[in-house]
């Protein structure tokens, strides 16, 4: 067993777990944040992904108690202040969605690739998203969502 | 045997209701169960709710709330379809209440009507107009209790916006929820109301935005495996190394050794659990087991001959005019066997459930395309009366026929039974291939000729194990026979009702026999079929997608990719177009995709593009990369790393041709599927004179193929 600390969508987590267990289940269960999906298990799908230190992490494959020290968002924490992130208003404009089950694992991995990349081209989203899997096939829409969140934050800026 | 129940209910592609009366529509969907009432029966909605029927009482289907919000009950289920949008358009339009008042309630088997189940394109065709008559019903109610107490005859009245209004007069009105105050309305009509005509419509037939997806794209949006109960426990059930072997000894001591977890065993079932689910998994891990094996040494290879072996019933779809003649009018004879391969429905959202006892009371809340089903087989396998059996179906991960079948709520209600906890059972992904019911391994063989002018004069047609539905051709062809032959159970695993079922194999078949007869004959393979059509609705189909795509004739292969090809499902006609390119290696790159679908009325135009899209992206996998490998019950396939499904850089511009049609409403979440075999094969002929008899079609055969 081992006691971490880190920062959970900007909260301060104090947890004691043990050392062998993944960050997704940490967070699905001990913190009751549901909204990080399962799929496969393997960190071939993609469901799973959160944010570490801004950088994308299958949760499935992470362990916990290297979360210590470091900051984490869930799809729970992206929105602030009630105001929805350009992504997650760009996926409700062009309907990127359809069971939404694969959702939260795109928009954290669309997150990180904007941030790396904030003007990205089709191919340059297509690379950064191809380790996601979507069953529904919504690939088309995801893709032009990205690119309109993309242009919002840089007017933004 | 099992499987056979459920090839045999959803295999079949039930014919719109809207030529039927609902006698006919009782004999269709396999009868006895349904009983139909007549209007003022004195049965409340609760039992007819609970009766395996859909009730009559429009209080089952909607409520006016004290707020003027409405709710709308309905027993499907929302697994990304859209029904969420289409049936509250339907529902507001017919009622006259502002879309966004209408809340909706689905697949609760205690507040919905009785459903049979989410699947084979049947919410808009079954549902909806038994929804709309309740909602015109209610509204005739409400003008009868609005004139009552406006005292004004009901002929000067008119309704709006949740309002019953005077027609000289739109001050004067009363809301629906004056009149009803929240509680349930008593009044009933002797005689049903007509339903409104299509072309009244206000709110059906525009676009509408998902409303769903607010909850989704924050991470609210609850899938089974997100409800947390009070002292749950997770649960890991043992499986074994191959679909039906037999436990013959296990040693659970290891696992009982790691703090925190319980064993049970029930039978068969041996099950681990504990407050954290990836601890249980790491106990089941540990766990030692001995089985027999079953006996079947059938491979992905030999199933094929397998199939045709077992093969020892058959049926004859449909016939006409005479084969022997058929063939003497043939200039040339093409005998062609077409092969496809066992293919998942793999939804990212695995089967889940969580099971809750409380007195005798059950409640599971369960991914499943089926509640009302699982009520009945969860309330048997518990030995409880299925009254005190509650499904409940949250939002559903994807399910494409593969979450008909809920083995996990049973074995969660079962383990709840045993442990006194409520228990949550969510599979992983391995146990997602082992149970899944996977499309059948299928063969055609097709026996055709042309004259020598380029006319069908012959086809002879046999499907394999797959399904008669899409197997009947709708070309102009003077001699023709259509058989469907299966028997016995020759599959090594489950098989099941997988998007369009037996369609994509049919229309495969179908479609790749055409173009090989096209390119015989020198003919363009747009301008042959429409040589060899004379069905209208196919005709102007294909000529909208002609248009769209831009395509020009040439006949095949013309090097340039082009490919063809159309069906019906569902009700729905389907016409695609596609541009390939083929590498050097045989990988294909679909770059472009043209669909014209005639739905006849479209209740949702963005839902409906949507399913399109839907269609196409997850087309292309079993037309490409998928298939499940396997020896004998042991499925070798455990995760998307060898089962490969379509991802993004395969994404091809899509373009939707939805034809305007005032027609009744038909299917729209299977039918673009059914052509993506076909057109993707057609289209790598036309690229590279390759013809390709199998599915999916992987670099490697292409290779072969080409040599
Ligand atoms: S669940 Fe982690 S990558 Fe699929
Ligand atoms: S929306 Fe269903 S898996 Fe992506």
């Known amino acids: 067993m081992e006691t971490i600390n880190f920062q959970l969508n900007d909260k301060p987590v104090e947890i004691t777990i043990d050392d062998a267990r ?43 108690v290297n979360a210590d020290g470091k900051e984490i968002v869930t799809i729970e924490g992206l929105a602030k202040n009630g105001e929805l992130h350009p992504l997650q208003k760009a996926f409700m404009s062009h309907d990127a969605l359809q069971c939404g089950f694969c959702t939260s694992g795109m928009i954290l991995t669309a997150y990180s690739l904007l941030l790396d990349n904030p003007e990205p081209t089709r191919e340059e989203i297509i690379e950064g998203m191809e380790d996601n899997l979507c069953r529904c096939g919504s690939y088309g829409r995801i893709i032009k969502a990205v690119q309109t969140a993309a242009q919002e934050m840089k007017e933004a800026r | 045997m099992k499987e056979k129940e459920y090839l045999d209910l959803d295999f079949s592609d039930i014919k719109t209701p809207f030529t039927l009366n609902r006698r006919e529509f009782i004999k269709a969907v396999g009868g006895g169960i349904f009983i139909f009432l007549t209007i003022g029966d004195p049965l409340d909605a609760e039992a007819q709710r609970r009766g395996g029927r859909l009730p009559t009482d429009f209080n089952a289907f909607l409520q006016i709330k004290e707020d003027g919000r409405v709710n709308c009950f309905t027993g499907k289920i929302e697994m990304g379809q859209g029904v969420i949008n289409s049936i509250p358009q339907s529902l507001a339009d017919e009622l006259d209440v502002p ?48 004139a009552e107490r406006l005292e004004l005859p009901v002929e000067k009245l008119r309704t709006e916006g949740g309002a019953v209004i005077e027609k000289n007069n739109s001050k004067n009105r009363v809301t629906y929820a004056q009149l009803t105050e929240g509680k349930r309305i008593e009044r009933h009509l002797e005689e049903k109301p007509p339903v409104k005509d299509f072309l009244e419509f206000k709110i059906v037939g525009k676009p509408v935005l998902r409303r769903d997806s607010l909850e989704k794209v924050t991470g609210e949006a609850k899938f089974a495996g997100d409800i947390r109960l009070p002292g749950m426990l997770y649960a890991k059930i043992l499986r074994p190394p191959a679909y039906g072997a037999r436990l013959k000894s296990v040693d659970t001591s290891a696992a009982e050794k790691i703090e925190g977890v319980k064993v049970v065993r029930d039978g068969d079932l041996v099950a681990v659990l504990h407050t954290l689910p990836d601890v249980a998994e790491k106990a089941v891990s540990k766990i030692k087991a001995d089985y027999d094996l079953p006996e079947s040494d059938v491979d992905d290879k030999s199933i094929f001959d397998h199939l045709l072996k077992t093969a020892s019933e058959s049926n004859i779809e449909a016939n006409g005019g005479d084969l022997e003649e058929g063939r003497e009018l043939s200039h040339h004879i093409f005998e062609e066997k077409y092969l496809n391969s066992y293919v998942a429905h793999a939804p990212i959202e695995n089967h889940t459930a969580i099971a809750n006892i409380e007195g005798n009371k059950v409640t599971v809340w369960a991914s499943t395309q089926a509640p009302f089903r699982v009520k009945d087989q969860v309330a048997e396998a518990l030995g409880v ?6 499904i409940i179906a949250p939002f559903v991960g994807g399910g494409f026929g593969g979450k008909t079948r809920c083995q996990q709520g049973i074995e969660a209600a079962r383990l709840a039974k045993l442990t006194g906890k409520p228990v949550q059972v969510a599979w992983g992904r391995a146990e997602e291939f082992l149970y899944d019911t996977f499309r059948p391994a299928a063969v055609v063989k097709i026996t055709s000729g042309i004259t020598d002018d380029g006319k069908i004069s012959l086809w002879d047609y046999g499907v394999y194990y797959a399904g008669g539905r899409g197997s009947q051709q709708f070309y102009d062809i003077p001699h023709h026979r259509t058989m469907t032959h299966s028997g016995g159970y020759p599959h090594p695993f489950g098989t099941g009702a997988w998007r369009a079922p037996a369609n994509n194999t049919n229309t495969f078949a179908r479609e790749s026999q055409i173009d090989i007869m096209a390119a015989k004959a020198g003919i363009d393979p747009l301008e042959f079929r429409l040589k060899n059509l004379k069905n209208n609705q196919v005709i102007r189909i294909l000529k909208a997608a002609a248009d769209k795509f831009g395509w020009t004739p040439a006949k095949g292969p013309s090097g340039r990719g082009y490919g063809i090809a159309c069906g019906t499902d569902a009700g729905t006609w389907v016409a695609h177009m596609a541009e390939v390119e083929v590498n050097d290696d045989g990988h294909v790159q679909v770059k472009r995709v043209v669909c014209a679908q005639d739905m006849g009325l479209v209740v949702n135009p963005q839902g409906a593009k949507l399913q399109v899209e839907g269609c196409i992206i ?43 049609s005032d027609a009744p409403p038909q299917g729209g979440g299977e039918p673009a599927i059914i052509c993506m075999g076909g057109v993707i094969a057609n289209a790598i002929f036309d690229a590279t004179g390759a013809r390709l008899y199998q599915l999916p079609m992987t670099p490697d055969r292409i290779m072969q193929a080409r040599r």
């Open chain 2, 618 to 660: 997850m087309g292309l996998g079993y037309a490409l990369s998928e298939e499940v490998h396997f020896k004998g019950g042991e499925i070798l396939d455990t995760n998307f790393d060898t089962y490969q499904i379509t991802r993004f850089s395969w994404t091809p511009e899509i373009e939707t041709v939805l034809i305007e």
């Open chain 2, 385 to 390: 009366s299925a009254e005190n059996v509650r």
């Open chain 1, 22 to 64: 993944m960050l997704l289940w940490v967070l699905r269960t001990d913190l009751e944040l549901t909204g990080t999906r399962f799929g496969c298990g393997e960190g071939i799908c993609g469901a799973c992904t959160v944010l570490v230190d801004n950088y994308p992490v299958r949760s499935c494959q992470f362990p916990a």
């Open chain 2, 99 to 146: 879309l966004d008042s209408v809340d909706m309630v689905m697949g609760d088997t205690d507040l919905c009507p009785w459903d049979m189940g989410t699947f084979g394109s049947m919410t808009t065709r079954f549902f909806v107009p038994p929804l709309r008559e309740a909602a015109a019903e209610a509204r005739a109610v409400l003008i009868e209790l609005a």
